[in-house]
């Protein structure tokens, strides 16, 4: 059974910084790419960013390009979110996701709050 936990979200004000963690369990993760989603209240959910199986892949959305980093270490089972720069429109819930031919496994998220 696959399980994803998130931790690292808070309460920050606006231009700070916050590192999102997800460990995962009950899969290899190192066969999956992994990803970041968001869901701020009364919107849907939607992607951040994603990285391939050997991190040397990544992508962003343009609303985090340049602010937002993400990366995993396989040997801890770990993906990570370096979240710069913050804005107050940044405040979600934040889910991580494992992708091995769709984004099928997700965490119950972690809330992060931007204040301005």
């Known amino acids: 059974q696959v399980q994803l936990v998130e931790s690292g979200g808070g309460l920050v004000q606006a231009g700070g910084s916050l590192r999102l963690s997800c460990a995962a369990s009950?899969?290899?993760?190192?066969?999956?790419?992994m990803g970041w989603f968001r869901q701020a209240p009364g919107k849907e959910r939607e992607f951040v960013a994603s990285?391939?199986?050997?991190?040397?892949?990544?992508f962003y959305s343009d609303s985090v390009k340049g602010r937002f980093s993400i990366s995993r270490d396989n040997a801890k089972n770990t993906v990570y979110l370096q979240m710069n720069s913050l804005k107050p429109e940044d405040t979600a819930v934040y889910y991580c996701a494992a992708k091995y031919s769709d984004w099928s496994s997700w965490g119950q998220g972690t809330q992060v709050t931007v204040s301005s």
């Open positions: 990285i391939n199986w050997s991190g040397r892949t990544t």
């Open positions: 009950g899969l290899t993760f190192s066969n999956y790419a």
